[in-house]
């Protein structure tokens, strides 16, 4: 019984191992020399992309080339993320935008999904809020705001224009990351991302304000913009 004793002593002081789980996998967002010479934020993209909330990002500048869509690919790609990116415009738009990438951009072209503003505005509007829900990105081309007028927007356009952006963020309660550009500068410049929960009232109010922090990023009030 001694020796047994001993031996049981023995094992209980033996240092135990634990399976410890795997660790959840650290978020790169491996930019080119080239990305830093065509973007300045890169830190809020960034920002926006390790997060596993959904984001709107509202393009203020015409990019034919989906310089901005190719780069957040890139990124979701190398981290294997669940998230996927939809680009939101008029029909001519995404038809310019698809015929690019089957040229050019192919081997991209299957990361992007478009969806087409001018069917059925509600299902539309619905569908876009389902997508921010499940945790994707919505890339709102800058002519949507101008074509897309979903029907809650509707009722406010008589006092001020609103932004679509504004009100899916509101609706579903994620961030907006603005992207914008100036005839001095050949940069795409992504502004602080633009959370939903910093305006109150109600959902008026709170559409008017964000559009118009929004459309200052431009140094133009909402009023004088898309009339």
């Known amino acids: 019984m001694g020796k047994l004793n001993f031996l049981l002593a023995e094992d209980y002081l033996k240092p135990k191992i634990y399976f ?3 660790s959840t996998p650290v978020f790169t967002a491996g930019y080119a020399s080239t990305d830093y010479s065509q973007f300045d934020g890169l830190e809020h993209l960034t920002q926006m992309l390790q997060s596993p909330k959904a984001f709107i990002l509202n393009a203020f500048q015409i990019d034919y080339y989906q310089t901005l869509p190719k780069l957040i690919c890139k990124v979701l790609r190398e981290n294997r993320s669940y998230k996927k990116l939809y680009i939101v415009g008029p029909e001519l738009s995404l038809s310019i935008l698809k015929r690019s ?6 081997k991209h072209a299957d990361d992007i999904e478009y969806i087409n503003v001018e069917r059925d505005f ?6 876009c809020l389902k997508l921010l829900r499940e945790g ?5 081309l800058p002519e ?3 074509c897309w007028k979903p029907e809650p927007l509707q009722l406010f356009e008589d006092k001020f224009t609103p932004l679509c952006s504004t009100l899916l963020s509101q609706e579903a309660h ?3 990351l603005c992207s914008s550009s100036t005839e001095e500068s050949n940069k795409i410049t992504l502004h602080a991302p ?3 929960s910093n305006y109150i009232g109600n959902l008026e109010s709170r ?6 922090t929004i459309y200052s990023l431009l140094d133009t009030p909402a009023s004088d913009y898309l009339l």
């Open 122 to 127: 509600q299902s539309v509007f619905h569908h």
């Open 136 to 140: 994707h990105i919505l890339y709102i």
């Open 174 to 176: 994620v961030p907006v």
């Open 207 to 212: 559409i008017y304000q964000q559009s118009e």
């Open 101 to 106: 990438s089957k040229t050019v951009y192919e």
């Open 194 to 196: 633009d959370i939903p």
């Open 144 to 146: 949507t705001s101008i």
């Open 20 to 22: 410890q789980s795997k």
